[in-house]
């Protein structure tokens, strides 16, 4: 069965440091994997997407994520943490079953300390 | 950029009450989902619905839970008899095809009291 694994339910980071966001996925087939990120009270925003292109996709607000097969890893990186960037970051793949079914991560709230 | 449109962003209702969480898809989309994400836990499978029937439903969604495409246009969750435990964001989701991702709404703030 598909599934998802976040490392680490929070992440402290200082402001100017870089971000690092664990996750590790299950598949059966190649998939197509994705980073959420949802601000307090609000809904969740795609910051990036991996469907089998290139490894290394880049999305909004200077977020990266690496696809590696070898390791069924899929981490969330930025090199420099806003303290804007403090919110909840979702990783998530989907499986074509008849539709495009999206199975969540647990979740990493990630703090940025002045 | 279009858009996800839920409504209403908040609900209140009575514990036994029957409520219908609406959306409205972006206009060319034809694959459409409701996820469920209870307070400081992580989001969930409800639902996914193509051509005015479900595709696929997880063992949240039980004989409580129903949806459809009334009208062609907004497509509905309905909950009846409602519980404590029905207390959640609720999200929307619809895609174009079957091969591409879901765009989510800004969710529905169901709190049953």
């Known amino acids: 069965a598909q599934s998802v694994t976040q490392l680490g339910s929070h992440v402290s980071v200082s402001e100017g440091a870089l971000v690092l966001l664990r996750c590790n996925y299950s598949s059966s087939v190649p998939p197509y994997l994705f980073w959420y990120v949802q601000y307090p009270n609000q809904g969740l925003q795609l910051l990036l997407k991996y469907t089998s292109a290139a490894t290394l996709v880049k999305g909004i607000n200077g977020f990266e994520a690496e696809f590696k097969k070898s390791e069924t890893s899929f981490h969330l990186t930025k090199p420099s943490a806003h303290m804007s960037d403090a919110a909840e970051y979702f990783c998530a793949v989907s499986l074509n079953t008849g539709g495009f079914k999206t199975i969540f991560g647990a979740g990493t709230r990630l703090f940025v300390k002045a | 950029e279009p858009e996800v449109t839920q409504t209403p962003s908040h609900q209140v209702t009575q514990m036994g009450q029957e409520v219908i969480l609406r959306c409205v898809p972006i206009s060319n989309h034809l694959y459409f989902y409701w996820y469920r994400q209870i307070l400081g836990q992580k989001v969930e499978f409800l639902v996914s619905f193509y051509n005015n029937e479900i595709s696929e439903k997880s063992e949240i969604f039980d004989d409580q839970f129903s949806v459809e495409r009334p009208d062609g246009s907004n497509f509905t969750l309905k909950i009846r008899s409602t519980k404590l435990e029905d207390s959640a964001m609720y999200f929307c989701?619809?895609?174009?095809?079957?091969?591409?991702?879901?765009?989510f709404g800004q969710g529905t703030r169901l709190t049953v009291v």
């Open positions: 989701a619809t895609g174009q095809t079957m091969n591409t991702e879901a765009f």
